[in-house]
């Protein structure tokens, strides 16, 4: 071996021996050993050396193991994905569109509520207020329960004495004839439910065709809106019926 050729070996081996060693984990084996030796022998340069050398990052998996991150999942945003932050299901939102129509929102001052009472009739007795759209269930001891109701419209007031011959719970509705005359538009027959007129609960009053019952349309307590009858809101209706039994006497006023 000629001396330059000598001395060339020996230089190229100082040089590999300060180079430092760079564990690489995500590079894996290389077909020479090392991208210094790899460039002098191939004259290729690895792609993931250009100068200093760069850490290869894993890509992120479709999905984390339960333990990951100190005990608790890590959900990862994904580009150009929309992120919906604790949204209820859809059945939560049924729901609270059925318990409205059993508890609706009512003006204040027509809010069952316990008041006192000095009128004339006794315990047990219903007194409907028609003019300020309230009903009194009289307790005794000078107190009364009172609900805000709503009326029968300008032409369709009523007053007198009747007493309650009927109960019924999400009662089944037949417009009377008078009202299907005015009003052909209307089913000849609606069963039971939350979208029925009668609402939850119905007290039929005598012979006539009145009823204190409940409505779908818990706006129109406080209102002169009715053909007649006395609307309660759902929850109230149900609170009367529970209260008051077949042969109450009912004062309407």
């Known amino acids: 071996m000629s001396r330059v050729a000598s001395a060339f070996a020996a230089l190229l081996l100082a040089s590999v021996a300060v180079l430092p060693a760079q564990a690489d984990p995500y590079r894996g084996t290389s077909r020479m050993g090392g991208g210094f030796i790899e460039f002098l022998m191939t004259g290729a340069v690895p792609s993931h050396r250009q100068g200093a050398p760069v850490m290869a990052r894993p890509a992120v998996p479709d999905a984390l193991p339960r333990h990951a991150g100190r005990g608790r999942a890590i959900d990862l945003p994904v580009q150009g994905s929309r992120q919906l932050a604790a949204l209820p299901d859809e059945s939560q939102f049924i729901q609270r569109r059925d ?11 027509f809010e069952r509520q316990e008041v006192t009472y000095h009128g004339p009739h006794g315990p047990g007795t219903i007194v409907i207020d ?36 009927r109960k019924a719970e999400w009662p089944d509705w037949r417009p009377p004839a008078q009202m299907l005359k005015r009003r052909p538009d209307l089913p000849p027959f ?8 009668l609402g939850a609960r119905a007290l039929y009053l005598g012979s006539s065709l009145y009823r204190i019952h409940g409505t779908n349309e818990p706006e129109t307590i406080g209102r002169a809106v009715s ?16 209260r008051v039994k077949v042969g109450t006497r009912v004062v309407v006023i």
């Not at 009326?151 to 309650?164: D, M, N, Q, T, Y």
């Not at 609606?190 to 007129?197: F, H, L, R």
């Not at 009858?229 to 109230?236: A, K, L, P, S």
Request: glycine share 14%; proline share 8%.
């Open 99 to 109: 318990d409205a129509r059993i508890h609706p929102e009512v003006e204040p001052q």
């Open 130 to 165: 028609t003019p300020n759209r309230f009903l009194y269930l009289v307790q005794g001891d000078g107190r009364a329960l009172r609900y805000g109701i709503g009326v029968g419209r300008p032409g369709f007031e009523w007053a007198g004495v009747k007493s309650i011959t």
């Open 190 to 197: 609606m069963s039971g439910g939350p979208d029925n007129p």
């Open 227 to 242: 053909s007649g009858c006395i609307r309660m809101n759902n929850e109230d209706v149900i609170d009367l019926y529970d």
